[in-house]
T-cell receptor, first 111, second 118 residues
Framework: TQLLEQSPQFLSIQEGENLTVYCNSS?????LQWYRQEPGEGPVLLVT?????EVKKLKRLTFQFGDARKDSSLHITAAQPGDTGLYLC???????????FGEGTQLTVNP | GAVVSQHPSRVICKSGTSVKIECRSL??????MFWYRQFPKQSLMLMAT?????????EQGVEKDKFLINHASLTLSTLTVTSAHPEDSSFYIC??????????????FGPGTRLTVT
């Protein structure tokens, strides 16, 4: 069973600060996805990375896939209260296979 | 993007009764859907993989006779919690994979169903 270790589990910062969330595994993933979830709602897909070393940007969010496709990071620049939520990374072993989820990072951005 | 709906969004039932939760893919056909369970402030736990026209594949530790899954069409999967007990209270979320989408491994999630068993 593939495992994804996500850190930190909890993060509380002030508006305007930067932060990075990490997702690590000893296994190789064919793809890795990042989701954001708000209380009482389902996760919303933010990005999918599939190529080792790939970097994708989504406004103030930067996602990176490690060269060996075993790890990924999410960096948020100038965080805003609207960024508050549970961030989840999830990896797929092969195309079309089930997702392995990290434990999640609960981010709180204080105004 | 692909849209997945769930019904109901919230349900309260008495201990011993059964509850059915529906998951629909609204703008695509999903041969595979997934059912997850989520406890407060925790990540998603995969319960089972639902395949259209065949039996669901359950994860280790999930009782298939208690959590009945039916994937009768390419747009609908149902999860029935039978003889529900308070410990079954949780947030249940389904997801679906869009085989016609750009990336075959992307899953789209429903809004979730909050089940409370009294």
């Amino acid at each position: 069973t593939q495992l994804l270790e996500q850190s930190p589990q909890f993060l509380s910062i002030q508006e305007g600060e930067n932060l990075t969330v990490y997702c690590n595994s000893s296994s190789v993933f064919s793809s890795l996805q990042w989701y954001r979830q708000e209380p009482g709602e389902g996760p919303v897909l933010l990005v999918t990375v599939v190529t080792g070393g790939e970097v994708k940007k989504l406004k103030r969010l930067t996602f990176q896939f490690g060269d060996a496709r075993k790890d990924s990071s999410l960096h948020i620049t100038a965080a805003q209260p609207g960024d508050t939520g549970l961030y989840l990374c999830a990896g797929a072993e092969t195309s079309g296979s089930r997702l392995t989820f990290g434990e999640g990072t609960q981010l709180t951005v204080n105004p | 993007g692909a849209v997945v709906s769930q019904h109901p969004s919230r349900v309260i039932c008495k201990s011993g009764t059964s509850v059915k939760i529906e998951c629909r893919s609204l703008d695509f056909q999903a041969t595979t859907m997934f059912w997850y369970r989520q406890f407060p402030k925790q990540s998603l736990m995969l319960m089972a993989t639902s395949n259209e026209g065949s039996k669901a594949t359950y994860e280790q530790g999930v009782e298939k006779d208690k959590f009945l899954i039916n994937h009768a069409s390419l747009t609908l999967s149902t999860l029935t919690v039978t003889s529900a007990h308070p410990e079954d209270s949780s947030f249940y979320i389904c997801s679906a994979r869009d085989p016609g989408g750009g990336l075959a491994y992307e899953q789209y999630f429903g809004p979730g169903t909050r089940l409370t068993v009294t």
